[in-house]
């Protein structure tokens, strides 16, 4: 085993320890709040980097799947089932221990299924719907399957700022926190904020990993031949379909996954969380890191995503992740976390200027 591999991963732990210890020194651990939502954004992303680095697949239907895990375990974790304690699905659940009856903020008793349980099921969902869509969207290429998984998220979008059970254009809240373990719990309260964000960046670590050791598998290397061309590919024996299809899947559990943990953190989940500009935020942070760039992409997804999350960019926020995709597209398609970018940069202004392009084709 090549173990060189893991060096960046050590490095982020480093990094990541460092970070808590300084905010802690100094008196600002208020920026772990950010920090731990940014990493959870951070997954989806790098989830989203595998799928377009590598199987050469763009997806602006991410922010879809995010809503989906976040609003499957919201609902399920909030949803009063008092009512009907006694019906036998019920009555077996509470036998297995997989219910939990608790008072909310009023004295009200609220019975509702484990977080652990409505995690699953945000996961099985999200399989399924990824599946669902996966088969005969993922036959379209180009800009066909960017417009039809825009389209998939624009359905999710609507369907949750529509449906009176999901809170409609108010979205879930009083989500109740997610104990993952004795004494290890994911939820906003102030005095966990230092344990959050190391479960939160825990979970990246692992997220980082399974990508790091499916892209140096067999698989990875069938993945590589797949975006450079499935024709190729296909002639070497790869099975196409297949390969788009469950690296599909994956990135929607990632998605999925860093929204139902998310949602627990916040105690609440709204429909902006599905939005088309969450999903094109998505693409520009993964455009902006390398589409088969890893840590350049989740540089640029805390990078970007912190700074929004603290107001850096205000009302425009929406605006500066739209004008970083076109310009990146522009001037540095292949990312910025790289080397000779500077270079590549420079080619495309000269491009860019009158004359340009019959300059460049002179020189070459």
Same mark, same amino acid.
């Given at each position: 085993?090549?173990?060189?591999?893991?060096?960046? +991963?050590?490095?982020?732990?480093?990094?990541?320890?460092?970070?808590?210890?300084?905010?802690?020194?100094?008196g600002i651990?208020?920026?772990?709040?950010?920090? *731990?939502?940014?990493?959870?954004?951070?997954?989806?992303?790098?989830?989203?980097?595998?799928?377009?680095g590598?199987?050469?697949?763009?997806?602006?239907?991410?922010?879809g799947?995010?809503?989906?895990?976040?609003y &499957?375990?919201?609902?399920? &974790?909030?949803?009063?089932?008092?009512?009907?304690?006694?019906?036998?699905?019920l009555?077996?659940?509470?036998?297995?221990?997989?219910?939990?009856?608790?008072?909310?903020?009023?004295?009200?008793?609220?019975?509702?299924?484990?977080?652990?349980?409505?995690?699953?099921?945000?996961?099985?969902? *999200?399989?399924?719907?990824?599946?669902?869509?996966?088969?005969?969207?993922?036959?379209?290429?180009?800009?066909?399957?960017?417009?039809? &998984?825009?389209?998939?998220?624009?359905? +999710?979008?609507?369907?949750?700022?529509?449906?009176?059970?999901?809170?409609?254009?108010?979205?879930?809240?009083?989500?109740?926190?997610?104990?993952?373990?004795?004494?290890? $719990?994911v939820?906003?309260?102030?005095?966990?904020?230092?344990?959050?964000?190391?479960?939160?960046?825990?979970?990246?670590?692992?997220?980082?990993?399974?990508?790091?050791?499916?892209?140096?598998?067999?698989?990875?290397?069938?993945? $590589?031949?797949?975006?450079?061309?499935?024709?190729a590919?296909?002639?070497?024996?790869?099975?196409?379909?297949?390969?788009?299809?469950?690296?599909?899947v994956?990135?929607?559990?990632?998605?999925?996954?860093a929204?139902v943990?998310?949602?627990?953190?916040?105690?609440?989940?709204?429909?902006?969380?599905?939005?088309?500009?969450?999903?094109?935020?998505?693409?520009?942070?993964?455009?902006?890191?390398?589409?088969?760039?890893?840590?350049? &992409?989740?540089?640029?997804?805390?990078?970007?995503?912190?700074?929004?999350? $603290?107001?850096?960019?205000?009302?425009y926020?929406?605006?500066?992740?739209?004008?970083?995709?076109?310009?990146?597209?522009?001037?540095?398609?292949?990312?910025?976390?790289?080397?000779? +970018?500077?270079?590549?940069?420079?080619?495309?202004?000269?491009?860019?200027?009158?004359?340009?392009?019959?300059?460049?084709?002179?020189?070459?």
């Open positions: 085993m090549d173990l060189k591999r893991y060096y960046p +991963v050590v490095v982020l732990i480093l990094v990541v320890i460092l970070i808590q210890i300084l905010t802690s020194l100094f651990t208020f920026y772990l709040t950010q920090l *731990t939502m940014s990493a959870y954004y951070s997954l989806l992303t790098i989830g989203l980097c595998m799928l377009m590598y199987a050469g697949q763009i997806s602006l239907g991410q922010a799947f995010f809503a989906i895990g976040g &499957t375990t919201a609902f399920l &974790t909030t949803v009063n089932l008092i009512d009907k304690a006694e019906a036998p699905v009555s077996l659940f509470k036998s297995l221990g997989i219910m939990v009856l608790r008072e909310d903020l009023y004295g009200n008793k609220i019975l509702h299924l484990s977080p652990w349980v409505a995690f699953l099921f945000a996961v099985i969902i *999200t399989i399924f719907i990824a599946f669902l869509i996966g088969v005969p969207v993922l036959k379209l290429k180009g800009h066909y399957l960017a417009m039809a &998984t825009l389209g998939f998220g624009i359905i +999710v979008y609507r369907v949750v700022l529509g449906t009176r059970a999901f809170g409609e254009a108010d979205g879930i809240t009083r989500v109740p926190g997610f104990n993952l373990l004795p004494g290890i $719990r939820s906003g309260d102030f005095a966990n904020r230092v344990e959050n964000y190391y479960i939160a960046w825990v979970l990246v670590i692992i997220g980082a990993i399974l990508l790091i050791n499916l892209v140096n598998s067999r698989a990875g290397r069938a993945l $590589r031949y797949l975006h450079g061309s499935e024709e590919a296909s002639t070497m024996g790869v099975n196409v379909s297949r390969y788009k299809l469950n690296v599909f994956l990135s929607a559990i990632y998605a999925s996954v929204g943990f998310l949602t627990h953190f916040n105690a609440g989940i709204g429909p902006s969380e599905a939005s088309v500009m969450k999903s094109v935020r998505y693409v520009a942070i993964v455009a902006a890191g390398g589409m088969a760039n890893l840590w350049g &992409t989740l540089i640029m997804a805390v990078t970007l995503n912190f700074l929004s999350l $603290r107001g850096v960019f205000g009302t926020d929406d605006a500066v992740f739209a004008v970083i995709l076109i310009v990146i597209m522009l001037f540095a398609p292949r990312g910025l976390i790289r080397k000779g +970018v500077i270079s590549e940069i420079e080619f495309a202004f000269k491009k860019l200027k009158p004359g340009g392009i019959i300059k460049v084709k002179r020189e070459s």
